[in-house]
C-alpha cells in the first residue's frame, strides 16, 4: 500500500491478527478489563504495562487452550460447569461450535469440533 501512497488507518498487523483469533481476542479483552464469560483461559492477561503490544506470548496462548477432552473436563468441571460451547479457535461461519450438557456429551461433541477445522 505505501508503494502507491496509501496509508491504512486502524490499528498495526499484530493486533488484528491477535483479535482474528478467539482465545487471543478473549485474552487481549481480560487484560483491557472488558468483562468476558467465563472461559478455559478466565483471568489470563497480558503483563504489558504501555499496552502497545498486542502479540499474545506463546506461553499464555498454551495455558488458555484446551486440546483435549481430559483438559476440556477438568477446566468445565472445575470452574466453568455445564452447559457449555465448544468453539475452535479457528473457523467461522458457524463451523467447529458445539454445545454439551454434560461430560458424555463433551465429548462426542469435542470430537466433532477437530474433525470440522
Known amino acids: 500500500l505505501s508503494h502507491h501512497n496509501i496509508a491504512f488507518l ?43 503490544d498486542c502479540s499474545i ?16 473436563e477438568r477446566v468445565i468441571n472445575g470452574s466453568i460447569g455445564y452447559p457449555v460451547m465448544i468453539k475452535a479457535s479457528e473457523g467461522g461461519g458457524g463451523k467447529g461450535i458445539r454445545m454439551a450438557r454434560n461430560d458424555a456429551e463433551l465429548r462426542v461433541s469435542f470430537q466433532q469440533v477437530q474433525q470440522e477445522v
Not at 16 to 36: T, Y
Not at 57 to 72: F, R
Open 57 to 72: 506470548p506463546e506461553d499464555l496462548l498454551a495455558k488458555a487452550t484446551v486440546k483435549d477432552v481430559q483438559k476440556a
Open 10 to 52: 486502524g490499528p498495526p498487523r499484530k493486533a488484528m491478527d491477535a483479535v482474528g483469533d478467539k482465545i487471543c481476542a478473549n485474552i487481549l479483552a481480560q487484560s483491557c478489563g472488558v468483562d468476558v464469560i467465563p472461559w478455559s483461559g478466565s483471568g489470563l492477561t497480558l503483563n504489558n504495562a504501555d499496552g502497545t
